[in-house]
């Protein structure tokens, strides 16, 4: 029965990503043990293998914890009812036009029972869960500017739907779950499951936004393409390896002058869409309200947040697990294996210590969303994130609904999808871990 099972998996992955573009299918099924018996848990849990899952079966170490996180958050026992915890995450998907997730989780809402109104408008829901909603607009897009203020409108003793701590922290979770897992569908452009209308994709191409790697039919010169990505990848190496044996020390202004460099580059995002289908539009309080650069060049920036004052190993991770018994745990299990996340592969070489490159990328989108680490160097940022990379990983972190196939395939050009579906996993989660921070610091204060 598995072996049939997984003949299905196999030809369902074949098919999947980027229409039917080549990803390594053979060399991730034949690999035995933890992978398979992880993608069988998947649907034996799940009864469906959804895109989403398939997308992250290519890590399957990841797609493990992932899965744990999820069920607790939408499964097990907690403060919040299994309908409220659907509602919030189609509120917070519906953020960042997620047609996606909003149909996923609308599916599940109604069978467990949800009453259909509040799918019609979010004026509907109670007025308790309509209250997340100025929170979960700062979460989606500005989480820098919740403050303790926001914290207490929804928990303190006189406020109208009150809130208990836990609950929130429930609701907060789930919230910046799905805008990150927004991203992530974004970002990998997870096509719509078949039973979903319309759902989520990249726009259709146009003249002017064809696909143009180096297994485009319009491409004229493959060879000197070919040629082009792989002095690319040579040159990404030396780097890597010049950055790992730098022995020159930069004094902390030096190092901070190169954060605010990073902070304030203008790196333009890539297309406005048109109006979002009204079964999202119609969740969404103020559809207008977005991500604005951290700091903008010219302007007064709010305070960066130091990670050494606070941060998610010394300080979120232990009030998480405290308001939400566990769930510390399993987000931290999450954040690490993703961190340490190596398959020793860059493109066509083996053998390669990425470390260089995985910490740029998460420092970099932590630096969008405005958090500084003193003992990191952010030159190194620039160093290895070529221009392109930027622009993706800035409007998937940050405008996810803006993402295209064009910016996609604008970057890393000759590394395997696997490797850009790592890339999104990091993204996913620094995203997530940034928009925790801020709201956890905030409950802090609050606490305080």
Known sequence: MEKNLFCELRNKIETWLFSSRAIETNRLMQKEGIEQDVLLEAFFSLGRLDNITMAMGLHPAYLSCFLRTQHALLDLDGPLPSLWRHYIVIMAAARHQCSYLVQQHSAAYLEAGGDESWLGGVQQAPAKLRSLQGLNKLLAHRPWLITQQHIQELVCPGA???????????????????????????????????????????????????????????????????????????????????????EEECTQEEMLTRFERERSESIPTAVVRGAPPEVVLRLVEDPEFSYEDFAPRGEQAPPTMRAQDYSWEDHGYSLVNRLLPDMGQLLDEKFQVVSNLTYHRMAMHEGVDTYTLRKA???????????????????????????????????????????????????????????????????????LQAALLYTLRAITHYMR
């Open 160 to 246: 109208e739907s009150r809130w208990s701590l836990a609950e929130l922290i429930h609701a907060v979770i789930l919230m910046a779950h799905a805008h990150s897992l927004s991203s992530f569908v974004w970002g990998c452009g997870v096509n719509p499951e078949p039973d979903h209308t319309g759902g989520h994709a990249f726009s259709p191409p146009s003249p002017n936004h064809l696909p143009c790697g180096p297994h485009s039919p319009a491409h004229e010169d493959g060879r000197q393409e070919l040629t082009d990505g792989v002095m690319e990848v040579e040159v990404l190496m030396k780097r890597m390896v010049e950055l790992q044996e730098q």
């Open 361 to 431: 990328l998460w420092n970099y989108i932590h630096c969008l969303y405005g958090i500084r680490y003193d003992d990191y160097d952010y030159g190194g940022v620039n160093v290895l994130l070529e221009r392109s990379l930027k622009v993706f990983v800035k409007t998937v972190a940050c405008h996810p609904e803006q993402t295209t196939a064009r910016i996609y395939h604008a970057f890393w050009r000759h590394f395997k999808h696997s490797e850009k579906v790592h890339a999104n996993l990091i993204v996913m989660e620094a995203r």
